[in-house]
């Protein structure tokens, strides 16, 4: 059966630890609950001054970028990203994402079901 939803009716999670995860939010748009066995599809929306963790995790993920502008972080490098740009992290790296604008910096991250915890 095809599900299909609206991502503004899925409630965010706040993830702002008030240390290494500041301003952001995941919405998990499409996984288990939906039907889904291999992949999840969460959608992050970092507001101005949002990073996600510096950190590193033994799976892929596919990200791709929505809207705002952003900071890819990883060991000795950084890129900027902006809509319509994808970014692949392999197992194991270390990496964090950054807002590195003003307004509200949105990607889609899909991983396997085993990554979404």
């Known amino acids: 059966m095809i599900v299909t939803g609206k991502s503004h009716a899925v ?12 301003h952001a939010t995941k919405r998990v748009l ?23 963790p510096y950190h590193s995790h033994p799976w892929e993920h596919e ?6 502008e952003g900071t890819v972080k990883s060991s000795g490098n950084s890129i900027a990203v902006s809509p319509g740009d994808f970014v692949f992290v392999p197992p194991m790296d270390e990496h964090q994402f950054l807002n590195a604008g ?16």
Do not use: H, Y
Not at 63 to 68: D, T
């Open 63 to 68: 990200v791709f970028i929505l809207a705002g």
């Open 30 to 52: 499409i996984g288990p609950k939906q039907g889904a066995g291999n992949f999840v599809m969460r959608l992050f929306t970092l507001e101005e001054g949002g990073c996600s």
């Open 102 to 117: 003003s307004e509200p910096f949105e990607f889609l991250c899909l991983v396997p079901v085993s990554g979404e915890g």
């Open 11 to 22: 409630k965010p999670l706040d993830l702002d630890n008030g240390k290494t995860t500041l």
